[in-house]
């Protein structure tokens, strides 16, 4: 008796106001028998993957989330077996429920904690204005093998043995983003794969993962069926860390961070600054320069604090050794300290550097000399001197 397994595979890729054109993002699952698996990989440039467990109560189910440090829900799958992952797209207006009332809150992670099948999340859905859906689709699938995605104004029922979800609208394909290699080659995997595994799995997330700045952060496979989670950390099908919900969540609410569970990686060395400003203009662009190294050769990202409230945001990756720039521009006279950390690709993170002072002196008017307002500037910026000059003036030294 062929068995019926039903596989979900959301590769997903949340770009804030830009798609880039080696983003990873599909969402798939297939049927055959009884047996059913969820997967996922995220693509992002944030290194501080978690995976967390939430116990059941009164009134919600237990459930399994991935995301990052802010925990919120980017994927998530309960002790029923509902599992669901999402994927950016192009803006496309939702008017058909704009009349209904709106959900607060993430209505995914609502479902999560409420519904056990694809029935209940379709009529979840059907009540509620879904307008903030204009740049995202959702897929879900449940332990029946029952799958749908939802659009926004659009809620497509999966009909053949598989349905595959990648960064285009399936009503709208005309809109942008299509076609796509992704939903292609998953396309082309699921007609010639004859038998769903472990090891199709893997392999089909191995063939649609990515490297670089927005790289395969985590992967992770869920048996539906059994509630274990399969965990893997940065494109590394190599090493597994291996969960199941009725076994942790009787411990209560708790996270890791996913890079911890992956013992063998050790933190960058502090950064050396190889160049900064110790003076400048406000408003002008200047530039510091740091490098550091990584004793387990990982790539590495750079965090240049400008010690206005403001960072570069992690820049990289960049290879062990390789040194990084980063221009800034500060707005007010003053000093500042500015500092440097690294993190490799696991997050483990670096001291930050020593302080290098940036002096900003007040600008005076255009109408004064050049000479007199450097000079005046000079006295601003350093009152102690300014200080001293005036008690040699009034001794008459001067």
Not at 36 to 43: C, E
């Amino acid at each position: 008796m062929y068995k019926t397994i039903t596989v979900l595979i959301s590769l997903m890729c949340f770009l804030p106001g830009i798609v880039y054109s080696t983003s990873a993002c599909i969402v798939l699952n297939a049927t055959q028998d009884d047996y059913t698996i969820a997967a996922s990989n995220m693509d992002w440039n944030n290194t501080h993957s978690r995976v967390w467990f939430r116990p059941a109560d009164q009134h919600r189910y237990a459930c399994a989330c991935v995301g990052f440090e802010d925990l919120f829900p980017q994927g998530g799958v309960n002790e029923h077996g509902l599992f669901y992952d999402c994927t950016l797209c192009p803006s496309l207006e939702v008017v058909n429920s704009t009349d209904k009332p709106r959900f607060f809150g993430f209505l995914a992670e609502y479902c999560l904690r409420h519904c056990t099948t694809v029935e209940e999340i379709i009529d979840v859905y059907d009540n509620y204005n879904l307008e903030g859906m204009e740049t995202y689709q959702i897929m879900f699938a449940d332990a029946t093998g029952d799958s749908v995605i939802i659009e926004g104004d659009e809620m497509l029922r999966k009909h053949d043995s598989y349905q595959i979800m990648t960064n285009f609208y399936h009503s709208h394909p005309e809109i942008g983003w299509y076609p796509c290699w992704r939903y292609t080659l998953a396309t082309q995997m699921m007609e010639a794969c004859d038998q769903l595994s472990m090891s199709f799995m893997s392999t089909l997330l191995d063939a649609t993962n990515q490297g670089g700045t927005y790289a395969t952060q985590y992967s992770w496979v869920c048996n539906l069926s059994t509630g274990c989670i399969y965990l893997y950390h940065y494109h590394n099908f190599d090493n597994v860390a291996i969960f199941n919900i009725s076994e942790e969540v009787v411990k209560g609410f708790y996270w890791y961070s996913i890079a911890s569970l992956f013992n063998g990686s050790h933190p960058p060395a502090t950064p050396q600054v190889l160049s900064a400003p110790k003076f400048g203009r406000c408003g002008t662009d200047l530039s510091c320069t740091a490098e550091a190294t990584d004793p387990d050769d990982d790539q590495i990202y750079y965090l240049f604090d400008w010690g206005d409230g403001f960072d570069s945001g992690w820049l990289g990756p960049f290879g062990s050794g390789v040194a990084a720039t980063a221009s800034h521009q500060w707005q007010q006279a003053g000093f500042y300290e500015v500092k440097v950390r690294v993190k490799d690709t696991y997050g483990q993170m670096s001291d930050w550097t020593n302080p290098q002072l940036v002096c900003m002196p007040k600008q005076r008017s255009s109408m004064v000399d050049e000479s007199n307002d450097s000079i005046d500037s000079i006295l601003e910026a350093f009152p102690v001197i300014n200080l001293i000059l005036r008690i040699f003036q009034s001794e008459g030294a001067i």
